[in-house]
């Protein structure tokens, strides 16, 4: 099953506009990772946030991290054509540590209109 | 590039077959994880290996199955294949068993007739 949901499903914005889109999940965690997928291929890892952290920067990426509402949020800054992909949420869950058995939500779907 | 290749690119089964699908981490990456990935899905976590012994196992049955190699190759064996099979497999090599960053194959697309 899964644990996150990410919100909205799919998201269409022109390029230069700012991207968000949200993940919810349901238990307690270690960290949070948001990876981004292309096509239906393999994954790319764009930012871990710890469960003791609430704000993180990567570039034109910025995570946060609401733990007592189990939420997170990423947004892309001016976003470009190439951003457009599937972004996921996963989390580590709390209860697991030690196997790293790591739980995908659903995705958004982006597309950048250039 | 991530540095972990997995083989083949694409396969085609018929129900009730086995397939194996292999995946090569990163040296020095003793840890790796299998997902399945329906389409339109988020990846699903089948299990982990570290050090070759089974470290975690998701929601799946045991005809599931898995190995890791002293060379930091694995496999992902399934048995008596049945058309909800039909996925992307991804594996993914993590550097130490501390966690952080996953490192994504590019993935197996079986399809089962």
């Known amino acids: 099953s899964q644990q996150g949901e990410e919100d909205p499903q799919a998201l269409s914005i022109q390029e230069g506009e700012n991207a968000t889109m949200n993940c919810s999940y349901k238990?307690?965690?270690?960290?949070l990772q948001w990876y981004r997928q292309n096509s239906g291929r393999g994954l790319v890892h764009l930012i871990l946030?710890?469960?003791?952290?609430r704000e993180k920067h990567s570039g034109r990426l910025r995570v946060t991290l609401d733990t007592s509402k189990k939420s997170s949020s990423l947004l892309i800054t001016a976003s470009r054509a190439a951003d457009t992909a599937s972004y996921f949420c996963?989390?580590?869950?709390?209860?697991?540590?030690?196997?790293?058995?790591?739980?995908f939500g659903t995705g958004t779907r982006l597309k950048v209109l250039a | 590039e991530t540095g972990v290749t997995q083989s083949p690119t694409h396969l085609i089964k018929t129900r009730g077959q086995q397939v194996t699908l292999r995946c090569s981490s990163q040296?020095?990456?003793?840890?790796v994880s299998w997902y399945q990935q329906a389409l339109g899905q988020g990846p699903q976590f089948i299990f982990q290996?570290?050090?070759?012994?089974?470290?975690g196992r998701g929601n799946f049955p045991p005809r599931f199955s898995g190995l890791q190699f002293p060379n930091y190759s694995s496999e992902l064996n399934v048995n008596a294949l049945e058309l909800d099979d039909s996925a992307l497999y991804l594996c993914?090599?993590?550097?130490?068993?501390?966690?952080?960053?996953?490192?994504f194959g590019p993935g197996t697309r079986l399809t089962v007739l």
């Open positions: 946030i710890r469960s003791n952290e």
């Open positions: 993914a090599s993590i550097p130490s068993r501390l966690g952080n960053e996953q490192f």
């Open positions: 996963a989390t580590d869950p709390a209860s697991t540590s030690g196997t790293y058995k790591y739980i």
């Open positions: 290996y570290y050090r070759e012994e089974e470290n």
């Open positions: 040296s020095g990456h003793n840890t």
């Open positions: 238990t307690s965690i270690n960290n």
